[in-house]
C-alpha cells in the first residue's frame, strides 16, 4: 500500500465512509501497531527529529478514556502524522546520502600565486589552470552531462566531442558556459567586473540565469558585465592554436572534430568511407581545407567546398 492510499483509507475511516472490510484493515492494522514499539533505525531518526517522533510514539501509547472508536481516531490522525513525518524523514536521509556522495566525488584543485597546473578529465578533456585559481570537478562524470565549476582565475579548456553528454562550466557570477567538443578559454575573478570567454576552436554557448547571452565562434570572444548584465562580443587579436591527434580514429569520428573546431559542416557521400582509420597529426592553425586535403590523400579520396567555404562533399 501506498502512502496516498493509506491515507485515503485513514480518512475514509474517520468519515464513517469505510467498508466492512477496509474497516477491518485499519482495525487490524491499528492492533498489530499498538501490539509492539515502532521504531526507526538510528540513521534515519535523525534526519526525521529524534524529539518529534519519541513524542508521537509516546501520545500513541497513551491509554484512551472514551472507548474503541476514539481510541482508534486518535491511533489514526497520529499515525498520519507519523507517517508523513517518516517519509520526510527517508527523503532526508536519501537527499543527505546523495549530498554525500556527491561531495566525495568532488576534486577541487586550487593554483598559486605564480602556478600553472594541467588537469586531464575524466572524459579526457583537458584543463589548463592559470595562477591563482580554482577549478572544482567530479572524479566520473554522469552519463548525460559533464559539469564543472570555475571557482576563480583563468582557466584554457580543451574539450572531449561527445555529442551525448554536453560539457558546461560553472562561474560564480551566474555564467555559465555550455559546449560539445572544442577548446576556449574562461577569465572569471571574483574582484573583477568582468567575465571574459574567449573561443579558440569550435562553438560554445554563453548564458546566465535570464536565458543565451551569445553563441561564439573560433576567434571570437565576449566581455561579461556583472553588474549591468550585459555582454560584448568582439574579435580575438591574438589567435592561440591546438594539436589534433588522430590515432587510429575513424574517418567519421575525424570529420566530427574537425566539424566543431572549424564550426563547418562535412558530408561522406558514401557511408562506409566513416570506417576508414585515420593516423595523423594536424594544429589549428592550419585551414579546414589543407587538413581535409591531407586526410582525402591518405584514402586516396576527393572533396568539394561550398562557395562559403563551410560546407564539404567528401568522396571517391
Excluded at 102 to 124: A, C
Excluded at 163 to 177: A, L, N, Q
Aim: with cysteine; aromatic share 8%; proline share 2%.
Amino acid at each position: 500500500m501506498t502512502e496516498e492510499q493509506a491515507k485515503e483509507l485513514l480518512q475514509k475511516y474517520l468519515d464513517q465512509q469505510a467498508s466492512p472490510q477496509e474497516q477491518k484493515t485499519v482495525e487490524e492494522w491499528y492492533a498489530t501497531l499498538h501490539a509492539k514499539d515502532t521504531v526507526l533505525p538510528t540513521d534515519r531518526k535523525a534526519a526525521i527529529g529524534e524529539q518529534m517522533f519519541v513524542h508521537l510514539q509516546f501520545a500513541m501509547q497513551q491509554k484512551p478514556k472514551f472507548g474503541k472508536v476514539f481510541k482508534l481516531q486518535s491511533f489514526i490522525r497520529i499515525a498520519a502524522a507519523v507517517l508523513i513525518i517518516i517519509t520526510l524523514g527517508i527523503s532526508i536521509w536519501k537527499l543527505n546520502l546523495n549530498t554525500k556522495a556527491k561531495l566525495e566525488n568532488l576534486v577541487t584543485v586550487v593554483t598559486g600565486s605564480t602556478q600553472h597546473k594541467r588537469i586531464t578529465l575524466s572524459d579526457g578533456s583537458m584543463v589548463l589552470l592559470g595562477p591563482s585559481a580554482k577549478l572544482c570537478y567530479p572524479k566520473a562524470f554522469a552519463s548525460n552531462n559533464r559539469q564543472i565549476a570555475l571557482k576563480e582565475g583563468e582557466a584554457f579548456f580543451e574539450i572531449t566531442h561527445q555529442e551525448k553528454r554536453p560539457f558546461t562550466v560553472h562561474t560564480t557570477s551566474g555564467v555559465d558556459i555550455r559546449v560539445l567538443g572544442t577548446s576556449f578559454k574562461v577569465k572569471s575573478y571574483r574582484a573583477s567586473k568582468h567575465i571574459e570567454v574567449a573561443v579558440v576552436t569550435g562553438k560554445v554557448a554563453v548564458s546566465n540565469r535570464k536565458g543565451n547571452l551569445a553563441t561564439l565562434i573560433k576567434d571570437e570572444y565576449l566581455t561579461y558585465d556583472k553588474s549591468a548584465g550585459q555582454a560584448a562580443i568582439g574579435k580575438t587579436k591574438a589567435t592561440a592554436y591546438v594539436e589534433l591527434a588522430f590515432d587510429g580514429a575513424s574517418l567519421d569520428q575525424v570529420v566530427h572534430k574537425l566539424e566543431y573546431i572549424y564550426s563547418i559542416k562535412i558530408l561522406l557521400n558514401d557511408s562506409t568511407l566513416g570506417r576508414l582509420k585515420t593516423t595523423a597529426s594536424f594544429s589549428s592553425k592550419q585551414s579546414a581545407e589543407e587538413i581535409l586535403d591531407i586526410i582525402c590523400s591518405l584514402h586516396h579520396l576527393k572533396f568539394n567546398a561550398s562557395k562559403n567555404h563551410k560546407t564539404f562533399n567528401i568522396y571517391r
